[in-house]
């Protein structure tokens, strides 16, 4: 499931450290945030090699380049399968938690303006141009470019584009799949034949290409968007760079112009309780079966009898956890215990009101299954890959923060320092644990050597928590 951003959304990217943090803001709220660390994406195409037949699964084990092996279900591939077959395979569906990689042999590869579904045969239009002068026009166009009878579904938004610039996408879509059949031709080891955009790029690409606000903290980053949108002949207006002497995130810069403060956001955003407005409160326990939230009235004085007051709870605790589910990106079974109430239409109320705020995603992603026996009000999340609190969790018993989460956090504490000011030489005291990681990091490292001007001396510090550090001047 792709994450959709609409044009009035706002983004804010921050991407200076060892990962990007794109922040989504809508009606002066954070609603959604994703931590990319790069990494295999879907749709990523790969030259793998048949390890084992399953056909108590009917499905096979596929070794791959950099990854554990991936499952291929049989009626995913063309022709039968047998151990040692070099096979042309994408990622269908990145693992997660205890799921491994899952794989298709049904190739699609993906641009902006077009899908090429090799040896597919037909040419798609969308249904939702109705000028049939232009359909036609497009049709003879898609059919000139038309190789080895390439299958070719044209986007929504390519409609308008020029005959060179779908020439020059299907071009492009092209090379990937002649690059993947001579490595078919030739095989020696698994390899990456080539890289998909992630989830994460579609949806910022989307959105920029569609007008949306959309603010980068990283030269890089923003170099790389700017040349998108160039390359796309669209304008660059909306895509602006943060050059504040603080950090993009950082809700006391007065040029980001927010009425938050968004690294107290996400921190809350992997917490187990969440305030509600007007009183009450939700507690949100993911674990590996299912996410139970539990709405409580303490601090709620919301009607004059008990009844009004539970209905008023929960018609805004299912406005909040609508909310933080998918900020949160939570999947998989959902169980809510709400306050309990006697009348039908104070259920009801509870079922409109999340039915409501999810909105589209009731469209295939959300499965509603609604009050049970008990009183819980059970319903189901399709998973896009890991929740935040699996990304920025380390898997432990004791909550805390994953080792890159750390790192990355060290690193923009000392970015912050150096555009107050300190530059030079410099001592950086980490935790044991962060002086192993930064040691092995040579990326991470760099960025420190280019904010500070020189390598800081690493030293290690038992007394300091992961997360933390001192930088020091050297004498």
């Known amino acids: 499931m792709t994450a959709g951003v609409p044009a009035n959304g706002r983004l804010l990217i921050d991407a200076v450290a060892l990962e990007r943090r794109i922040a989504l803001i809508e009606k002066g709220r954070l609603s959604r945030l994703w931590i990319d660390r790069g990494g295999p994406a879907r749709f990523d195409l790969h030259l793998g090699r048949v390890t084992k037949v399953l056909p108590e699964m009917a499905a096979a084990m596929v070794a791959l380049d950099g990854l554990s092996d991936g499952l291929l279900p049989l009626d995913r591939y063309a022709t039968p399968l047998h151990e040692g077959q070099w096979v042309l395979v994408q990622i269908a569906r990145l693992g997660f938690e205890d799921k491994g990689v899952k794989l298709t042999g049904r190739i699609a590869i993906e641009g902006l303006g077009m899908i090429l579904r090799p040896n597919g045969k037909l040419i798609e239009i969308p249904r939702k ?26 986007r929504s938004q390519a409609l308008d584009w020029s005959e060179a610039a779908l020439a020059g996408e299907y071009n492009l879509l092209r090379r990937h799949w002649v690059a993947a059949q001579a490595a078919l031709a030739d095989p020696k080891k698994p390899k990456l034949i080539s890289a998909a955009q992630s989830d994460i790029d579609q949806m910022i690409e989307r959105h920029l290409m569609a007008g949306g606000a959309c603010m980068v903290d990283g030269i890089s980053e923003f170099v790389r968007l700017r040349g998108l949108l160039k390359a796309r002949g669209a304008p660059d207006g909306s895509l602006t760079r943060y050059a504040g002497t603080q950090l993009l995130f950082d809700a006391s810069d007065p040029n980001i112009d927010l009425d938050i403060d968004l690294e107290d956001e996400i921190n809350n955003a992997v917490a187990s309780k969440v305030d509600l407005p007007g009183g009450g409160w939700i507690a949100i326990d993911p674990t590996t079966a299912l996410c139970a939230i539990d709405v409580n009235a303490g601090g709620a004085d919301a009607g004059r009898d008990a009844e009004t007051r539970a209905i008023e709870v929960n018609n805004r605790a299912a406005k909040e956890i609508v909310h933080q589910i998918c900020l949160r990106n939570i999947g998989g079974l959902i169980v809510i215990d709400p306050l309990r109430v006697k009348s039908r239409t104070g259920r009801d109320m509870f079922d409109s009101t999340l039915r409501k705020s999810f909105g589209a995603e009731l469209d295939g992603a959300v499965q509603i299954g609604g009050f049970t026996r008990l009183g819980l009000y059970e319903f189901s999340r399709q998973r896009s890959g890991e929740s935040l609190y699996e990304r920025m969790q380390a898997k432990s018993d004791v909550r805390r923060l994953s080792a890159q989460t750390a790192l990355n956090g060290v690193i923009r504490g ?62």
Do not use: F, H, W
């Open 414 to 475: 000392v970015i912050a320092q150096c555009r107050r000011g300190i530059v030079g030489a410099m001592s950086l005291y980490v935790s044991p644990m962060m002086a192993q990681l930064l040691a092995s990091d040579v990326n991470g490292t760099q960025i420190l050597q280019n904010e500070l001007g020189v390598a800081p001396e690493i030293i290690a510090d038992p007394t300091l928590s992961e997360d933390a550090y001192r930088l020091e001047k050297k004498i």
């Open 129 to 154: 141009l109705k000028d049939e002068d232009r359909r036609t026009d497009l049709a003879r166009q898609l059919k000139a470019l038309q190789v080895d009878d390439d299958g070719i579904m044209l």
